[in-house]
């Protein structure tokens, strides 16, 4: 079946240093991933997403990578903040289908 | 996200109560989701509805059902509650007409707690 997994639970990095998030997923029919991010007490919130036409997509000091050979997502986050201290998630879906299947999550951890 | 909310937001309640879990939104979205949170895990497809005469079962949809009474309204119901089903409720949002269509929006979420 389909699952989207992460390699890392908890990632703890110091503010300043640039920050990578791991995510593998399996379902090779999946074309469109996306990244949320989720601070305590809220809901998710939209980070980034990319098609799988492409192999990398930059917003505000975000950057995430698509290796669809190894099937393998990546979230990179420059000059981490505390404020990015959060739990990260990735999803895959299927173009028009709008179902996500959601990872597990990693919790950044970000130390002044 | 303001535009999407959640009612209540917290609720604690006895094993074989019925429970309601309301979602409205302001965006016009069409299409509405709800999904559930349990600790170390990801977030689990419950019900979704792409438009008010069309509700689809998800992963995890056993002990649930739903209504779609609006375009703007998405409910979930628990019959009978069950101390498994203590978990954190999401509801969410999305519009294939957008054009980063796929992204969901979320709703604050319900902590839910079955006795």
């Known amino acids: 079946g389909e699952s989207v997994g992460l390699h890392l639970p908890t990632l703890s990095v110091q503010e300043g240093d640039n920050s990578i998030i791991n995510c593998a997923y399996s379902n090779s029919a999946s074309d469109y991933f996306i990244w949320y991010k989720q601070e305590s007490g809220k809901g998710p919130q939209f980070i980034i997403d990319i098609r799988s036409n492409m192999d990398k997509r930059q917003g505000q000091r975000v950057t995430v990578l698509l290796n669809k050979t190894v099937k393998h997502l990546s979230l990179q986050i420059a000059a981490t903040q505390p404020g990015d201290s959060a739990v990260y998630f990735c999803a895959e879906a299927n173009t028009g289908f709008q179902k996500l299947v959601f990872g597990t999550g990693t919790r950044l951890l970000v130390s002044p | 996200d303001a535009d999407v909310t959640q009612t209540p937001r917290n609720r604690i309640t006895k094993t074989g109560k019925r429970i309601m879990l309301e979602c409205s939104q302001t965006?016009?979205?069409?299409?509405m989701y709800w999904y559930r949170q349990d600790p170390g895990l990801g977030l689990r497809l419950i019900y979704y509805?792409?438009?008010?005469?069309?509700?689809n079962k998800g992963e995890i949809s056993d002990g649930y059902s739903v209504s779609r009474q609006a375009q703007a309204k998405f409910s979930l119901s628990l019959e009978s509650a069950i101390p498994n089903q203590t978990a954190l409720y999401f509801c969410?949002?999305?519009?294939?007409?957008?054009?980063?269509?796929?992204?969901?929006?979320f709703g604050p979420g319900t902590r839910l707690t079955v006795l």
């Open positions: 509805s792409f438009d008010v005469k069309d509700i």
């Open positions: 965006k016009g979205h069409d299409r």
């Open positions: 969410a949002t999305s519009d294939l007409r957008l054009a980063g269509y796929n992204e969901q929006f």
